[in-house]
């Protein structure tokens, strides 16, 4: 038999709290005490840089099975990033621009 007793195997490691506690203040942005330039920040107001098919297949509403089929025949702008697939605002705008129908003559 062992001596050691499993007691003590099963402690649990407390991490500190990440929340703000009641009287901490939220940091300022570009206040004193800053290194990042307002520049280095990305703009909030502007959304993201690249979009996923998921999110891009939302905006466009279509399938993304159908935005996926697409962009594998090269028949819509896309971008790769390593072997992940991704969607800037300008390719979604040229989708949506060639997918444009004139409207008929009538006769």
């Known amino acids: 038999m062992s001596s050691f007793s499993r007691a003590g195997s099963h402690a ?14 939220p940091p300022s ?3 004193q005490g800053t290194n990042a330039s307002p520049a280095a920040q990305p703009a909030e107001s502007t959304g993201p840089m690249l979009f996923t098919t998921e999110q891009a297949a939302v905006i466009l509403q279509v399938r993304p099975s159908w935005l996926r089929r697409k962009a ?9 990033v390593g072997k992940h697939l991704r969607f800037a605002r300008a390719d979604l705008e ?14």
């Open 12 to 25: 649990r490691l407390t991490r500190p709290s990440t929340a703000p506690r009641s009287g901490d203040r």
């Open 29 to 31: 942005r570009g206040g």
């Open 72 to 80: 594998a025949a090269r028949a819509v702008p896309c971008r790769f």
């Open 94 to 107: 040229a989708i949506a621009e060639m997918s444009a129908q004139k409207p008929r003559k009538s006769p």
